[in-house]
C-alpha cells in the first residue's frame, strides 16, 4: 500500500487538495493507498511514519515546508518531495531538499494529474528495486538503497537502514544473498553490505557512508574491491 501524507495550515487548502488527490488517484486506477493529513509540519515530523509521497505547503508556521522537507532528509527519508505555494520564486528554495515538484497554489488539476502520474511511475521504479519480506503474518517492502548492510544471528536476518533503524525477520543470508544480487556483497559470513554505501576498507573493517563499519573477512577484501569497480562501472561511475 502506498502511504501519501498533505501537510498545508490551512484548513480550506488541506481538504480541497486532500480530495483532488483522491479523485485524481481513482482516475489513475490507483486504489490500493492512504492519505494522511497534517496541518503543519512538526505534526507530520512527529508522526513517526514513513510516507512515500508527501506534499508541503512552503509557507506554515514554524518549521515551514522548506525546514520540514530538511528534517525529513536528515534523518534519511527518501520519500517524494512535492511543494504548494503561492510564491513562484520559491521554485529555486526546492532544489535544496530534492523536490520532485513545485505546484502554485491553488494546484490546477491537469498539472496535479501529470505530476501523480509521474510519481506514482517513479515509486513502480523504486518497489522494482525492494525487497519484500515476511514479518509474521504482515508483509513488508524495503527499497534496497535503504538498506546500507545485513547481518544474520541465529536464525534471523538484520536489515541495518542507512538512517539507523532495524528490521528484522527469519531468513537464511544465502538466500536473501540471492535475492539482493551484485548490488550487495558478502563481506563476512555473516554480513552482506550495500556497495553503494561503502566508503573504503582496511583493517579487517568495511567503512559506511553513514560512519559505521561491518566486519570483512582477509580473504574476501581482494573480491570486494573487485565488486566495488564493477559496480562503479554499473553505475557509469
Known sequence: MLHFAVCDDEPYMLDRLSAQISECLAELDCRDFRLSRFSGGQALLEAGERFDLVFLDIQMDPPDGLETAK???RRGDGCLVVFLTVLRERVFDAFEVRAFDYLVKPADPRRL???????????????????????GTAWE???????????????KVYLHRKDGGVVDYYDKLT???????????????SYLVNLDHVRGCGGGQVRLSGGGTVPVSRLREGD??????????????
Open 71 to 73: 528534517a525529513l532528509r
Open 113 to 135: 494529474r501529470r505530476t501523480l502520474e509521474r510519481a506514482l511511475e517513479d515509486l513502480d521504479r523504486r518497489r522494482a528495486r525492494s525487497l519484500l519480506i515476511q514479518r
Open 141 to 155: 517492502v524495503v527499497p534496497l538503497d535503504e538498506i546500507a548492510y545485513c547481518e544474520v544471528m541465529g536464525r
Open 175 to 189: 538466500d536473501l544473498e540471492r535475492r539482493l544480487g551484485s548490488g550487495f556483497f558478502r563481506c563476512h559470513r
Open 224 to 237: 570486494l574491491t573487485q565488486a566495488l569497480l564493477h559496480r562503479m562501472r554499473e553505475r557509469g561511475g
